[in-house]
């Protein structure tokens, strides 16, 4: 299982809670400084947790609603269910 360190989590969550967002909604969303928050986002984005468009939107993949749904992230339990459910075929 892959193991996300708190730090990260809580920007994840926001940047569920936010998205589509961008970099500063984030920062003013997380009690962290400024730089300690641009690291891990982009930490995040090299080990594929979250994604940013042409605009600078960031949003999550599904590697990180799945890592938030098993820490108790309830938006992104459901939006696996509907996703798993839309993909079942009869």
């Known amino acids: ?29 997380v009690n962290a400084p400024l730089a300690t928050v641009w690291r891990r ?21 599904d590697k990180a609603k799945i890592i938030l749904a098993v820490n108790g992230d309830v938006k992104s339990a459901i939006y696996l269910e509907k996703r798993l459910a839309s993909s079942e075929t009869i």
């Open 41 to 61: 986002i982009q930490r995040l984005k090299q080990d594929a947790f979250v994604t940013e468009d042409k605009y600078g939107a960031l949003m999550t993949t």
């Open 1 to 29: 299982m892959c193991k996300v360190e708190d730090a990260y989590l809580e920007v994840l969550r926001k940047v569920v809670e936010l998205e589509p967002t961008n970099f500063y909604r984030v920062y003013k969303a």
